[in-house]
């Protein structure tokens, strides 16, 4: 693991992991828990914590895997995670709820492994999918934060609109925004670390980190580990 400068900071003591969008990638989320355990035994921290940046599920072939894993409390004896809600969880339970156009978007962005790991036929009655999920299954999706903020840096699915306050941004951009964000070369007043835009290898800016590897196509799962003013990524093929 390669330590260098980060472009935002977090106050000492404080450690930070974060992992991009895992998208149904069970056994490379698995591995990237057992080197971040192994990165906290080999160099400890007085306080750290586990961020999931959202998007879950769709797309690979163990979403009902990662939904029931990461329902089960702490992934990482010890260290405290929060679950950041994605784009296509949002889109999931629209589906789930009968919005008929949700459910086309979900099919054709990935839904139809989702509901395979459940068990569910694709062209299955529509009204039957909710069946197969399970109560404390659901309640992990709805009850997904939408972001996370601390010291320098602010964590959430996709981006912010630029110009925006935090307490005025829409969900529809900290779930799906692109272009706008992406682009901005601004100061957000905060590095936003994110998701939702996949690429080859993790990208850092001034204003920005993405980590979102496309690790259902094989790209591999990555994680960045944020302190002070450093930064290092693992990641999981």
Known sequence: MEIRGAP????????????????????????LHAQI?????????????????????DKGPESRGVVDYLSNGDPIPGLPTLHLMGNHEETMLGALAGDGAAAADWLWGGGRATLDSWGVAPDAPRETWPEAIAPHQR???????????EGGYLFVHAGIRPGVALEDQSREDLLRIRHDFLNSPRDHGRVVVHGHT???????????????????????????MLEGESLAFLQAK
């Open 37 to 57: 355990a192994e990165d906290l035994r080999r160099r400890p921290v007085a306080s750290a914590m586990l961020i999931h940046l959202g998007d879950y599920v």
């Open 8 to 31: 935002g900071h977090l106050p000492r003591g404080r450690r930070l992991y974060a992992i991009g969008d895992i998208h149904g990638t069970l056994p490379q989320l698995r591995d």
């Open 198 to 224: 996949a690429g080859f290898m993790p990208v850092v800016r001034e204003n920005r980190i993405c980590i979102d590897t496309a690790a259902w196509s094989g790209g591999g799962l990555t994680a960045v």
């Open 139 to 149: 309640r992990f999706l709805r009850d997904l934060a939408l972001w996370h903020e």
